[in-house]
């Protein structure tokens, strides 16, 4: 029997920001009350450091499987190949994650895992992760500020300080799936490249080759295909800014399929607080003192019990005030 996947078709309500518009900032809010997603245009991230990164990349992932390997396992953080995370999750992926902390961080990190310093640090250097995580940060700090100011907080850098912070916990992540023209027998569906999650830190910033593959998931429940564009960015709300709007934006449920055809190599940008940081609801978005969502919690705290959970799991559940 010939199984056929289902045909794609994309939505085309992404809300669109567009930087250098004035408005963008009432938009990028509603946005993230609506969708917890959006699209970035005239951004000013160097489309010479975008494509530096994915030759590089695609240098790195065509390598042999046993070259990979050197700089695996992904424990969290190294080259990782089908599993993801510590709870048995699997995808049609491989991929290479690094904190943005570079020195100190990978090496404290080689130091408890099995993890070859080398091997990261070559990659490192090669790829030119610092030169893009430094213009995709500077593009997630002025997304936030226009967030703060659209919120009418008074402290306009009150997200972007965490992201900017030098203890900031951010991490970054190059994904690489290899197209794949097998289909889940059940659904029609392509194979599940990257399993339903949200992100647990303040704000994501996703960049992809032209190939489809990512999907949100809309309120009333449907899973919806985003047109890829190379030369935009996704930004997504993560828990942490949920939290600290005490549940105005959501973060979004997102998950990547197996192109057939095409592979697809996206590179995403986690913004997040220091490990130390009290991620708690901001006063001004609060009705009364008490009105918080959620039970307090640390960075820290709330990264522990992530890793515990499985990718679909709902984390913020266990922070949530009964
Ligand atoms: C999802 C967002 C980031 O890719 C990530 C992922 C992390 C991992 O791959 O190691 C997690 C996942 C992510 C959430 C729950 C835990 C941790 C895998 C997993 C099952 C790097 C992150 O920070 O959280």
């Not at 695609?58 to 995370?85: C, M, R, T, V």
Request: glycine share 6%.
């Amino acid at each position: 029997m010939v199984i056929l996947s289902k045909a794609t078709s994309f939505f085309n309500g992404v809300p669109l920001i567009d930087l250098s518009k004035p408005d963008s900032m009432n938009l990028i809010v509603k946005a993230c009350e609506e969708f917890g997603f959006f699209k970035v245009v005239n951004h000013d991230v160097p489309m010479e450091f975008i494509s530096k990164l994915e030759s590089e990349a695609i240098k790195f992932f065509s390598s042999p499987l046993p070259e990979k390997l050197k700089a695996g396992p992904a424990d969290p953080f190294g080259y990782g190949n089908k599993q993801i995370g510590k709870k048995g999750d699997i995808g049609w992926v491989e991929y290479i994650l690094v904190s943005t902390n570079s020195e100190f961080n990978y090496q404290k990190f080689a130091s408890i895992s099995s993890l070859n310093p080398e091997n990261i640090r070559d990659f490192y250097c090669r790829a030119a992760v610092n030169d893009y995580v430094t213009e995709v940060q500077k593009m997630a700090c002025e997304v936030l500020e226009m967030l703060a100011e659209g919120l009418k907080i008074h402290q306009r850098n009150v997200f972007s300080k965490l992201l900017m912070d030098e203890k900031s916990d951010s991490v970054f992540r190059v994904n690489h799936y290899a197209s794949c023209s097998e289909i889940d027998e059940f659904n029609g569906n392509n194979v599940i490249g990257f399993g339903e999650h949200t992100d647990p830190q303040i704000i994501s910033v996703l960049r992809s080759n032209n190939t489809s593959g990512l999907q949100i998931l809309l309120k009333d429940g449907d899973w919806m295909s985003v047109p890829p564009d190379e030369n935009s960015f996704f930004v997504n709300v993560g828990d942490s800014l949920q939290v600290m709007t005490n549940g105005r934006f959501k973060s979004v449920k997102h998950r990547v399929l197996a192109n057939s055809v095409k592979s697809r190599l996206s590179m995403i940008y986690f913004g997040g607080p220091p490990l130390s940081e009290k991620i708690a609801p901001l006063p001004s978005l609060m009705e009364g003192e008490d009105s918080s969502l959620y039970k307090e919690f640390t960075w820290f705290e709330y990264k522990k019990s992530a890793y515990k959970t499985r990718l679909a799991d709902n984390r913020l559940i266990l922070f949530e005030k009964i």
